[in-house]
């Protein structure tokens, strides 16, 4: 049987702060299994009830994993459908063509090419989130219907 959990959160940054919550705006949603959803977050909630509020620090490897060396590359100019001149370190663009396109994040720009970083934006980061459980229940068979067309981000 798979679940639905609603929640509340916030996460602090390693100095304390609060860099993410949901005060203000909408509680997490997620069915168990669902793509997308970091597998230490699913951990964390499982067997959890209405009410619960506790605290848990997801590491890289429960989360969005590590950076990888492999995904910084040097890319030839020509990978760019942009004017190579208005590319910037720190933007985010799509390099390749056809079926082979991905999202990158420029990291250096010189005469031998564009160095770009494939991991995701958050690989590397450990998150302490504070949580408050709103709902954990049977998920419906919509909510599994509508969690399997999600995509793994």
Known sequence: MRFFYKF??????????????????????F?????????GLQ?????????????????????????RRALIRT??????DTDVADVEVGMIVQVGSGNSI??????????????????HPLAGVTFDFEIKVLEA???SDEEIEHSLLKTTH
């Open 8 to 29: 509340d959160y916030a996460i602090r940054n390693s100095k304390g702060e609060i860099v993410d919550s949901s005060a203000g705006g909408e509680a997490l949603t």
């Open 31 to 39: 069915v168990d299994g669902e793509p997308g959803t970091i597998p």
């Open 43 to 67: 951990k964390a909630l499982q067997d959890r009830a209405v009410g619960d509020e506790f605290q848990v620090t997801i590491e890289p490897e429960d989360a969005y994993g590590w950076p």
């Open 75 to 80: 890319v030839s100019r020509d990978m760019f």
């Open 102 to 119: 991905e999202v990158v994040k420029v990291v250096s720009v010189d005469e031998e090419g564009i160095t770009v970083d494939a991991n």
């Open 137 to 139: 229940r049977p998920a």
